[in-house]
């Protein structure tokens, strides 16, 4: 099944970004794709926190409305890879991950979990929790590509929530749409793409902000789609220019991989184990309870 990762730089202008949305996923829809994936961010990047905060809606809103139009209107599945979900309360609004049928419909919402609250040295000093509530739920969808486990950038950073959806939740494609900064990027972004589709076996489709979107603001582009070995199997010939990515989900590799490093099978057999146990229970007081306040922990 073919899929495909967008990298484009938003601006303040939601209409421009929407025509940048539409050229892209009709050039995916004409290379035979079923899923398309559009980065962080994909309909609107301001210079401060409360412009986003502003342009938030629900997700019936008229910008969501256009983008589930656009789906609908080329039968195309769409991965929204962070869209400014109106929040729980006047101060903050929620980075929403959201997955589209190719007949419009909501599939699957996922809320960012891991809020991106850093001071880059020599780079912004960047506070998402200012303006964005965290979410709390791990979240997956069934789609004609397989099993998919959606995320949102910084989420990248944290390879339990991976584990989570590999193990627990039996994922087979993780999503990670993502607005990198520059620095963060060359130190980081390729190398923590391959590190996920390694651990969990899985594919990854990294959608990816790039180039100067303010005079405030850069992401280092770079959008690819790696494979359940760790190969990049293909990516944008450059990382600043508007794009696709193109490649086909082998589902017989998958299995493959699977079946010849059976990690799953080790996971399960070291539960017994003081070390792995010690190190999974600790992982249950975290704020999300990556392993679900539901599911013991033998049904990894």
Known sequence: MRVAVAQMTSTSSIDLNFATCQRLAREAADAGVKLLSLPECFSFIGRRGDEALAIAEPLDGPIFRRYQALARDLGLWLSLGGFQEKGPDEDHAYNTHVLLDDLGSVRSCYRKIHL???DVPGGPVLKESN???PGTQVVTAQTPVGTLGLTICYDLRFPELYQRL??????Q?????SAFTRKTGEAHWELLLRARAVETQCYVLAAAQSGKHNDLRESYGDAMIIDPWGSVVARCPDRLVTGIAVADIDEELLKTVRRNMPIAEVILSSLSSVTHWHVLS????RKY???GSDRQLSTL
């Open 282 to 285: 600790s992982l249950q007081h």
């Open 116 to 118: 991106f609250d850093v």
């Open 166 to 171: 590999r193990f627990a939740e039996n994922a």
């Open 289 to 291: 309870n990556i392993y």
């Open 131 to 133: 303006r964005t509530a």
């Open 173 to 177: 494609v993780l999503l990670v749409p």
